[in-house]
């Protein structure tokens, strides 16, 4: 008969195993981090493109102001030059001039509002640049930790796996189901120790008669309260 003592010692293996898989799992998650890294990248190439664009419409308006300017400035030389007397030319010409002054301070705002988007988002590209090469030197840095924990948690796992398999072994198949079954429906604890007369797995107290079944280790008891094989130490 399988007793519950060996049946707590195998317990304290799969905890171990427990222990070693999340860690791993934890580690393999942080191995991905590199999507981190893309997701940057990607922001990057398009801020970059964003500032290029910015760029161009800032050069494009530059030149249209400087036409308009030029324009401007002619419109004006016919009006107070003399050239033009006739009133209706005269007001044609008024009009056309103070349209292009408009237009003139139009341009102006928008290139105003562009050289600022120019110099925003080349600080940000800056920044950006930083933030990458400041991550990409911690990331490689942190994989090739993750690569040594990674190796030594398999190592670990495969010695404790290897002396769980020998002790699973030589115990009756029967009280293994029995204890497999248990710890699948007790969030992985199926063997609790009975220490001052309480389960130290739910803290209730054991009836006396219980904790004299449990002190005989001749039959397996649960515990009347969380349903777990109990094992005096």
Known sequence: MTSPKQ?????????????????????????TGGVALEALEEALKNESQWLEEFQSQLKTRRV????QKERSAHLDGQLYGGEVSNPSALESLEQEAANVRT????????????????EESQTKC?????QLK???????????EITEL????SSEREGIASQRGDLAATLDP????????????KGGLAVAKVERGLCQACRMSLPTQ???????????VLCATCGRMLFLN
Do not use: H, P
Not at 103 to 117: A, F, H, I, P
Not at 134 to 144: G, S
């Open 7 to 31: 049946l707590f010692f195998l317990q304290e293996m799969d905890l171990a195993l427990d222990k070693i898989d999340g860690q791993a799992a934890k580690a393999e998650k942080e191995a």
């Open 103 to 118: 237009q003139t301070e139009k341009l102006g705002t928008e290139v105003s509002e562009l050289s600022v988007r120019v």
């Open 150 to 153: 990674l190796a030594r948690l």
């Open 134 to 144: 400041e991550n990409r030197a911690a990331w490689e840095t942190r994989q090739t």
């Open 64 to 67: 249209e102001a400087e036409t």
């Open 126 to 130: 800056t920044e950006m640049e930083q």
């Open 174 to 185: 029967a009280g293994v189901q029995q204890y497999e079954k248990l710890r699948n429906a």
């Open 210 to 220: 219980q904790q004299q079944k449990v002190r005989s280790g001749r039959t397996t």
